[in-house]
């Protein structure tokens, strides 16, 4: 399928959603009427995502990343354990999708993931004065083996504790617990073409403006679990059930990537609304309101 790559339309200004609340003759909530911190906390979650797949995918491949402007290195060889992986993005570096990146990602792998036992620690991902689109990211990354390779199916959970700011006083601390099972895949340690189901619980608090404070608190739907492929840029298929508490106001949405396909699209539901489409990739704190 041909893709169709454009910057994420934020999710918030794709939204006509009516409450229940509403009198007759109240108007149905425009683009230009919605929340501008539940759109700015809506769009972070889900680029929040796509950066943890990435940095998941990297940490787990000696082969992803090869191609674009990063300068990687291994120290003392990536087949030597433990060893350290170094993404260098340096001053910038922009990708086929539009994103810029710069500084470093680093990780420490601790051991081969074909061969490692269940309970082993696999890798712990840092990051050294590291931006994206202009958005610093700080915090850490732990994967360990929960069911080893050599049981059929490699089954490893992700620890995720990170902080994100920008220039304008938005910011977002987090963490995430998540369990990925390799569905598909030729274990190799190239791991190009892994295929994994991700199950994750993510909660954290958002400050928009310097001032205003959301809470807010992702899960993926356990009857649509998400499917992210190393060969495809974007989850294929799952579900987000996102709830977002911006003082007082509570809003539930769907996060719904799709039946499969390899392609930018996805649709965003709001407290039970029809669903809307959004486009892939997303971007931290953009609003177009």
């Known amino acids: 399928m041909k893709l169709n790559y454009t910057k994420l339309v934020p999710a918030g200004a794709l939204l006509c959603l009516m409450f229940a609340s509403c009198k007759k003759n109240d108007a149905v909530k425009t683009t230009?009427?919605?929340?501008?911190n539940v759109a700015k906390t809506t769009s972070m979650i889900g680029a929040m995502a796509s950066e943890t797949d990435l940095d998941f995918s990297n940490s787990m491949s000696n082969e992803l990343n090869k191609t674009d402007c990063a300068v990687i290195t291994y120290s003392p060889s990536e087949n030597v354990y433990p060893h350290t992986k170094v993404i260098d993005y340096g001053s910038g570096c922009t990708d086929e999708y539009g994103v810029t990146r710069s500084g470093k990602v680093m990780t420490t792998v601790y051991a081969d993931r074909e061969t490692a036992a269940a309970g082993i620690r696999l890798n712990v991902v840092t990051f050294s004065d590291y931006y994206v689109d202009g958005v610093k990211i700080e915090g850490s990354e732990s994967t360990s083996v929960i069911d080893p390779a050599s049981s059929g199916a490699l089954t490893v959970k992700v620890i995720n504790s990170r902080v994100i700011s920008d220039n304008s006083g938005n910011s977002t601390s987090y963490i995430s617990t998540a369990t990925r099972k390799r569905i598909a895949?030729?274990?190799?340690?190239?791991?190009?073409?892994?295929?994994f189901q991700l199950m994750v619980t993510a909660y954290g608090t958002a400050i928009t403006g310097g001032s205003t404070m959301s809470a807010w608190k992702y899960t993926t739907d356990a009857s649509n679990p998400v499917v992210f492929e190393n060969t495809c840029p974007f989850r294929t298929q799952g579900g987000l059930q996102i709830t977002i508490n911006d003082n007082g106001a509570k809003t539930a949405q769907y996060l719904d990537y799709g039946n499969g396909?390899?392609?930018?699209?996805?649709?965003?539901?709001?407290?039970?609304?029809?669903?809307?489409?959004?486009?892939?990739?997303?971007?931290?704190?953009?609003?177009d309101l």
């Open 32 to 36: 230009s009427q919605l929340d501008d």
């Open 185 to 195: 895949g030729n274990g190799t340690t190239t791991a190009t073409d892994d295929v």
């Open 261 to 287: 396909s390899c392609d930018n699209s996805a649709t965003l539901s709001t407290n039970g609304g029809a669903p809307q489409p959004v486009s892939l990739p997303f971007h931290f704190f953009g609003v």
